[in-house]
Structures are given as C-alpha cells and as structure tokens.
C-alpha cells in the first residue's frame, strides 16, 4: 500500500499526453495548444466605421455650423464602396462598413438630420473620428496563444476571427466507463431481489462532463464473470484510451480485475492506497492505454474520481491537475477512525473575511451515497482514531 502522494507522482511520472491531432474549432474547447498561434491577417483587414452615422473628410466642415454636404452613397455592413468620396460629399454609413477612401472621420448618426439627400450637422467632428483603423482588433503577426494553453471559449472566438476552422491540440481522451457486478442493472428498470441501481456510472458522467466536456463517454455493466470481464477490458483497451471501471478490485471472491488485469499482460502501477474511503484503487497501464479501478462504493467512487480519474485525464490531455484547495476552519467536530488519511465530504461557507468555514458530513460512510449529498469538496484528516474539534484548520478541496 502507498500514500496519496505516492499515487499522486506515479501518475504524474508515468502517465504521459496523447498523441495531437487537428480538431474543429468547437471540440477543442478545454484542449491543451501544440503550437504558438500567429495571426496570419489583420482584423479587421480594412479601416471601418465605428458608428452608424456620415463619413466625411474632415476639412469640409469648416467655419461656423451648421453644416451641410450631399449624400453620395449609402454603405452597408458587409458591402464597401466603389468609387472614394468625392470632395464636399459624405457616405451615409452603418457601423462595421468599410471606411470610404478619402473620408477620414465619423459623425454619429444622432448629430445629423437628413433632408432632401443631405446631411446636416448640427456640430463638428470636435476631434472624435469614430474610425477603427486597420488592426484595431488583431495585428498580422501578432502572437496571439501560446504552445501548451489550454483553450477557452473566447479564444476560440479570437481564433474563428483569423479564418481559422481547425486547430491542432492535444484531444481530450476517449474514456469507457465500465460498472462490475451482477447486482448492478440500469435505472428505469424493475429491480429484482439483490439487485441494486447503477448510481456510480451516473456520476462519473456527471463528472466528467463538467470537468472535461466530456459529454458522452461510453458506458456498460459487466456481470461478476472473470471471463465476461476479460472479455470486455479486452475489447475496451482496443477503442479507448482510458478504461474507469467501478467494483471488481477489492478482495472479494467476485473482485476480478486485478487477475484479468495480468491476464492481459498489462502493468499495475498501483493497488491500494492509504486513503478512506477508496483504498483498493488500482491503476495499470497496457503499453499507451490505461486502466483505473475504482471501488464500488459510490463514496469511493467520487473520492476516486476526484484524486485520480481527474490526474490520469489531465496528463493524457497534456495538462496539470491543480484542484482548487485551501486551509478551512471546522465548523463543527468531526470523528474519524483508523490509520489512513481521511476524505470527508464537507460544505463549504465562504465568509466576507476572506476565510473558509467546512461542515463534513456527520453520517459518512463509504456506501451511503446521500451522505455526501450537497457537498462542494472534501477536508482532509491525518489518519488515527481522534475527534477532531470545530474551530481547527483543516485542509480542504473543491470537487
């Protein structure tokens, strides 16, 4: 058995990121950049009008208002014009429009009334143009992301603005999610005597998709069958690059996966850490493929997923895993009881002081799911049999 640590540096060291691969735009939200992005055009390409309004050459306004110039042309966004303005004339243009050659200067709409194909000003431009001049937004060349950041959805935005349709970035890994046990079936369907609904396949989705937008990981149940489950980790690693089972790894008699996991010559990194709950957590590797065998119980389920499912994805995904964790201070005891450092799921209560107040759950155990119901993270307590008082500093993070 290791520490929490431990397991922390083998995945760190051992896991490595996948191979790039040029994505759409849209599914490259969250994904790590393989290259520096260097604007090839300016945005926009021309000088544009900022305002709805008249374009005009400055030095026709002259003397005392109000003034007065004949409307040339009307310029629509998305259209430009194919003559320059002709001197003592203006352009009726709407925000966006290519500027006009020849005009250098923007009135805004407000300032002007239009009668019989004139526009009459009632001030001068006072020193405003309203131009947004060529690569007001983004200059050719400028160097706009960087190798290794992690996409967002404004950048994406920025990116579409150069052209830009794909983008190469490390891909987000294809996950199968594998339930064990024969008593485990499908919600919607009649429950049998010993039978039990597949909660823990709901909440890794859950999870997964609001941490990686991974929104339709694959999922199956496997009956308690050594065969069945070799069968099936086997077809697995064939099409996904990260096998999370659940069940199948402590040391029952129906705990399957770690012999079929040397059945089918893959290396275990790990088995069992010194954690509660989740100690029996296994994780092996298949040449570039990996496998994370979390416990069945639905607690160990979520405290699994939170310290390693989270890691492994990270690191195939070329990105650090950095859970937002802080010092909170107990808002009420809590008891804890063996050798093994302790997740505890708690609330946390942000206070105008800048400090963090937690309340762990009081009815804990690692079967009873709704125990941690509401909860937004876990606090960490050393192990050893102890009653730990409220007012104490504890070290706590956000699931």
């Given at each position: 058995m290791i520490t929490l640590d431990e397991a922390k540096c083998f995945i760190d060291n051992g896991v490595t990121s996948l191979k790039p691969a040029l994505l759409p735009l849209l599914d490259s939200v969250g994904c790590a950049l393989t290259c520096d992005i260097i604007a090839p055009?300016?945005?926009?390409?021309?000088?544009?009008?900022?305002?709805?309004?008249?374009?005009?050459?400055?030095?026709?306004?002259?003397?005392?208002?109000?003034?007065?110039?004949?409307?040339?042309?009307?310029?629509?966004?998305?259209?430009?014009?194919?003559?320059?303005?002709?001197?003592?004339?203006?352009?009726?243009?709407?925000?966006g429009a290519p500027l006009p050659r020849g005009a250098d200067t923007i009135m805004p709409v407000e300032y002007v009334t239009f009668v019989d194909g004139w526009a009459i000003f009632s001030r001068n431009a006072a020193g405003e143009d309203h131009v947004r001049p060529l690569g007001d937004d983004i200059k050719k060349g400028q160097i706009l992301c960087k190798n290794g950041d992690i996409l967002k959805p404004v950048d994406l935005g920025v990116l579409a603005s150069l052209g830009m349709k794909d983008i190469e970035v490390i891909p987000r890994p294809r996950i199968m999610l594998l339930s064990t046990g024969s008593e485990v079936i499908e919600p919607g369907v009649q429950l049998n005597p010993g039978q039990i609904y597949d909660s823990n396949n709901v909440v890794l989705r859950a999870l997964l998709a609001r941490d990686s937008h991974l929104f339709n990981p694959a999922k199956r149940v496997m009956k308690d069958d050594p065969e069945i489950v070799s069968a099936e980790l086997s077809d697995c690693l064939e099409h996904?690059?990260?096998?999370?089972?659940?069940?199948?790894?402590?040391?029952?008699?129906?705990?399957?996966?770690?012999?079929?996991?040397?059945k089918l010559g893959g290396e275990i990194v790990f088995h069992k850490v010194a954690i509660k709950p989740g100690k029996p957590v296994l994780l092996?590797?298949?040449?570039?493929?990996?496998?994370?065998?979390?416990?069945?119980?639905?607690?160990?389920?979520?405290?699994?997923?939170?310290?390693?499912?989270?890691?492994?994805?990270?690191?195939?995904?070329?990105?650090?895993?950095?859970?937002?964790?802080?010092?909170?201070?107990?808002?009420?005891?809590?008891?804890?009881?063996?050798?093994?450092?302790?997740?505890?799921?708690?609330?946390?209560?942000?206070?105008?002081?800048?400090?963090?107040?937690?309340?762990?759950?009081?009815?804990?155990?690692?079967?009873?799911?709704s125990s941690i119901s509401g909860i937004d993270g876990f606090v960490f307590i050393d192990g050893g049999t102890k009653t730990v008082p409220a007012g104490s500093e504890v070290y706590a993070e956000w699931l």
């Amino acid at each position: 058995m290791i520490t929490l640590d431990e397991a922390k540096c083998f995945i760190d060291n051992g896991v490595t990121s996948l191979k790039p691969a040029l994505l759409p735009l849209l599914d490259s939200v969250g994904c790590a950049l393989t290259c520096d992005i260097i604007a090839p055009i300016n945005v926009p390409e021309f000088a544009s009008s900022a305002m709805d309004g008249i374009a005009f050459k400055s030095m026709d306004l002259n003397g005392n208002g109000p003034w007065k110039l004949p409307i040339q042309e009307t310029i629509a966004a998305g259209d430009y014009s194919r003559q320059p303005l002709k001197s003592g004339h203006a352009v009726k243009i709407m925000t966006g429009a290519p500027l006009p050659r020849g005009a250098d200067t923007i009135m805004p709409v407000e300032y002007v009334t239009f009668v019989d194909g004139w526009a009459i000003f009632s001030r001068n431009a006072a020193g405003e143009d309203h131009v947004r001049p060529l690569g007001d937004d983004i200059k050719k060349g400028q160097i706009l992301c960087k190798n290794g950041d992690i996409l967002k959805p404004v950048d994406l935005g920025v990116l579409a603005s150069l052209g830009m349709k794909d983008i190469e970035v490390i891909p987000r890994p294809r996950i199968m999610l594998l339930s064990t046990g024969s008593e485990v079936i499908e919600p919607g369907v009649q429950l049998n005597p010993g039978q039990i609904y597949d909660s823990n396949n709901v909440v890794l989705r859950a999870l997964l998709a609001r941490d990686s937008h991974l929104f339709n990981p694959a999922k199956r149940v496997m009956k308690d069958d050594p065969e069945i489950v070799s069968a099936e980790l086997s077809d697995c690693l064939e099409h996904y690059d990260i096998v999370i089972t659940t069940g199948g790894v402590s040391m029952g008699d129906f705990d399957f996966i770690p012999q079929v996991v040397r059945k089918l010559g893959g290396e275990i990194v790990f088995h069992k850490v010194a954690i509660k709950p989740g100690k029996p957590v296994l994780l092996a590797r298949f040449g570039s493929k990996w496998l994370l065998g979390l416990p069945g119980n639905p607690v160990s389920v979520i405290a699994g997923y939170h310290l390693f499912a989270r890691r492994v994805i990270g690191r195939l995904m070329g990105q650090a895993c950095s859970p937002r964790g802080r010092q909170t201070v107990l808002g009420c005891d809590v008891s804890v009881h063996g050798d093994r450092l302790c997740l505890v799921g708690a609330k946390f209560q942000e206070c105008a002081e800048g400090r963090v107040i937690s309340f762990p759950s009081n009815r804990q155990k690692s079967n009873r799911l709704s125990s941690i119901s509401g909860i937004d993270g876990f606090v960490f307590i050393d192990g050893g049999t102890k009653t730990v008082p409220a007012g104490s500093e504890v070290y706590a993070e956000w699931l």
